[in-house]
Nanobody, 128 residues
């Protein structure tokens, strides 16, 4: 059974740092693109950051660029999201996702339709 399990969410104050982890089990995702999405109440799910299978290419949504860092450890089948300088508008449920396709080169897709495996989500709340 393939599972993606997020951890590290919680309640923090604005300006604090938080590190989300996503551990995959059931199969290896070392050749899959990975991403973090988030969904705030009343809003659509959006891609926050994505990383190619090799880690050679990354994408960041404009509002998090310079504050968030996505990384992966293929040996541990784990992807991370380091969140620095958090803001109240970062409050959302954060989801880890793995692509359903092996992409050659350094491609980090940002559309949710390109991701076939999803975690259950972890709540991040940033208070002002």
């Amino acid at each position: 059974q393939v599972q993606l399990v997020e951890s590290g969410g919680g309640l923090v104050q604005a300006g604090d740092s938080l590190r989300l982890s996503c551990a995959a089990s059931g199969r290896t995702f070392s050749r899959n693109a990975m991403a973090w999405f988030r969904q705030a109440p009343g809003k659509e799910r959006e891609c926050v950051a994505a990383i190619s299978w090799s880690g050679g290419s990354t994408y960041y949504q404009g509002s998090v660029k310079g504050r968030f860092t996505i990384s992966r450890d293929n040996a541990k089948n784990t992807v991370y999201l380091q969140m620095n300088s958090s803001k109240p508008e970062d409050t959302a449920v954060y989801y880890c996702a793995a692509s359903g396709t092996y992409y050659s080169g350094n491609y980090a897709p940002t559309s949710e339709y390109e991701y076939a495996y999803w975690g259950q989500g972890t709540q991040v709340t940033v208070s002002s």
